[in-house]
């Protein structure tokens, strides 16, 4: 049964025989982001290799990394391990943790002047004695695959893009990839970072294909949560507390989308309490395997994006 008629039925209390039986086993469909992400990397893979024949150029992110964060580590590896299965030279660019922004500022000052750096990925956090804002306003916004410069988030809320951030981009795909209509649809997402919660909103509130949704952000100051949650076609945990969403935040058939990455003793989990929402929920993505390697694939797509920009 399509999730959303699943909804509607749980919704009007419709307990016919056939709900009835099935009532018992209901699970969400599990949105797979692992393997949309490798159709997309494969996609890309073929694009890069064309651009690279008809050009002679091969695409170039660096990624900065200051400091020895875990979890910083890992997306790093990643990123870097994606770069060399498309055949994109990944770099990394690792300083210590007593960085100073002056150190920073001139290294992301060399990358900008270099041509054979398309793309540049400042990985965060950085160091809180590091003022952040200085750093990424420094690269230059041609080579801003983050979509994290002032200048590329103003395109982006005028509705003009010149890069999607990689995470919001990889949810707008995958919505779209199981054909989940925006349109008119209530939105609610939890969280209002600069990375995903607010970029995500101003995407899915821009005219067109994809957007056209009603979308509420929430936050740590938000009242009743619960009720406006309960209220969501599509609900969005972006917030970075492990399992915080539970079943009876979420309206039965709603389409679930995880952004957590928590890292806790018990290993890695999600902003959302997995096994207890996907008997409520019509569609769910899972941790890890949803949203994450979507986000790795978002900015091989943007590193292309930003080399074929730099060609002259
Ligand atoms: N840290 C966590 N997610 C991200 C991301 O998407 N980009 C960067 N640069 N740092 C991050």
């Known amino acids: 049964m399509p999730a959303d008629t699943r909804g509607a039925s749980a919704r009007m209390g419709c307990f016919n025989a056939f709900t009835a039986v099935e009532a018992d086993h209901l699970s969400a469909t599990i949105l797979d982001g692992l ?88 990985q965060l956090p950085l160091p809180p004695s590091v003022d952040a804002a200085r750093v990424l306003e420094a690269v230059n ?46 939105v609610v997402i939890l969280g209002r970072s600069d990375i995903v919660g607010k970029p995500l909103a101003n995407m899915l509130v821009a005219r067109g294909p994809g957007g056209d949704a009603t979308v509420t952000v929430c936050h740590t100051r938000t009242r009743n949560v619960e009720e406006i949650t309960r209220q969501a076609d599509i609900l969005v945990a972006a917030m970075g507390r492990p399992r915080l969403v539970t079943a009876a935040m979420v309206k039965p058939g709603a ?40 986000t790795v694939a978002m900015l091989m797509v943007n590193t292309l994006a930003a080399a074929r920009l730099q060609q002259p």
């Open 35 to 122: 393997a949309l992400a490798r159709q997309i990397q494969s996609e890309v893979a073929q694009d890069v290799a064309g651009f690279t024949q008809s050009t002679g150029v091969v695409p170039c992110l660096t990624a900065v990394l200051v400091g020895d964060d875990p979890g910083s580590e890992v997306y790093v590896r990643n990123k870097r391990e994606a770069c060399r299965k498309l055949s994109i030279d990944g770099r990394v660019e690792r300083l210590p943790a007593t960085t100073s922004l002056d150190e920073l500022l001139v290294l992301v000052e060399r990358l900008n002047a270099d041509p054979r750096v398309h793309g540049i990925l400042v």
């Open 141 to 186: 916004p041609a080579k801003d695959v983050d979509c994290f410069h002032p200048e590329n988030v103003g395109r982006l809320v005028q509705g003009r893009p010149r890069f999607l951030p990689c995470t919001p981009h990889g949810i707008r795909r995958l919505l779209a990839r199981h054909s989940i209509e925006t349109a008119g649809r209530r």
């Open 255 to 294: 389409v679930v989308i995880d952004v957590g990455m928590n890292r806790t003793e018990a290993g890695l989990c999600g902003d959302v309490d997995f096994e207890a929402v996907r008997d409520v929920a019509g569609m769910i993505t899972p941790v890890p395997g949803g949203v994450g390697p979507l």
